[in-house]
T-cell receptor
Framework: ETGVTQTPRHLVMGMTNKKSLKCEQH?????MYWYKQSAKKPLELMFV???????ENNSVPSRFSPECPNSSHLFLHLHTLQPEDSALYLC???????????FGPGTRLTVL | GENVEQHPSTLSVQEGDSAVIKCTYS??????FPWYKQELGKGPQLIID?????GEKKDQRIAVTLNKTAKHFSLHITETQPEDSAVYFC?????????????FGQGTILTVHP
């Protein structure tokens, strides 16, 4: 295991639901990331946090709202999603933003 | 921005053979090139990485080479085993103000036949 955990591992939600994805890292890292992995597409960076401050928002729709309450936890709040948002959402962490990134197992999201 | 192309998209080899996956990148400022392995139901796991001040790096059966002039880097796996079967991703990062942004290739599905 990499020391990065994600819950839930699987999530099915309707377009009107509100849900949250959780990521926790046990590595003492200062940077955390959200990625989206869709079928037949490269991993897409969504958000970067460094010391709980968002330093990158990669043109992500506002229906995705990140939250980083401390350097060990990262959330992705979801509301009024679209079916095309169905994907594997991966969390990663690194010591600092320029360092090697370690990924969690992901949350498989299905939007009906 | 950075663009990373990865080839081939699928690779099938016999156990014991070598496998080579190649990536090209567009941003000459890129200076960090990791390779990740992703098994079914798991997140990507770092298997080897290289920085631009090094031309080659080896770790047991895995090696990575970097040609900065041509802007390409390759993953070499020797003596392949069935457990090497997975999806492999290359990535590039230019550091600086890009806040650790990794740009990933499209992935290579490697299948090692016993």
């Amino acid at each position: 295991e990499t020391g990065v955990t994600q819950t839930p591992r699987h999530l099915v939600m309707g377009m009107t639901n509100k849900k949250s994805l959780k990521c926790e890292q046990h590595l003492g890292h200062n940077a955390m990331y959200w990625y989206k992995q869709s079928a037949k597409k490269p991993l897409e960076l969504m958000f970067v946090y460094s010391l709980e401050e968002r330093v990158e928002n990669n043109s992500v729709p506002s229906r995705f709202s990140p939250e980083c309450p401390n350097s060990s936890h990262l959330f992705l709040h979801l509301h009024t999603l679209q079916p095309e948002d169905s994907a594997l959402y991966l969390c990663a962490s690194s010591q600092e933003v320029q360092d090697t990134q370690y990924f969690g197992p992901g949350t498989r999201l299905t939007v009906l | 921005g950075e663009n990373v192309e990865q080839h081939p998209s699928t690779l099938s080899v016999q156990e014991g053979d070598s496998a080579v996956i190649k990536c090209t990148y567009s941003d000459s400022a890129s200076n960090y090139f990791p390779w990740y392995k992703q098994e079914l139901g798991k997140g990507p796991q770092l298997i080897i990485d290289i920085r631009s001040n090094v031309g080659e790096k080896k770790d047991q059966r895995i090696a990575v080479t970097l040609n900065k002039t041509a802007k390409h880097f390759s993953l070499h796996i020797t003596e392949t085993q069935p457990e090497d079967s997975a999806v492999y991703f290359c990535a590039a990062s230019s550091g600086g103000t890009s806040y650790g942004k990794l740009t990933f290739g499209q992935g290579t599905i490697l299948t090692v036949h016993p």
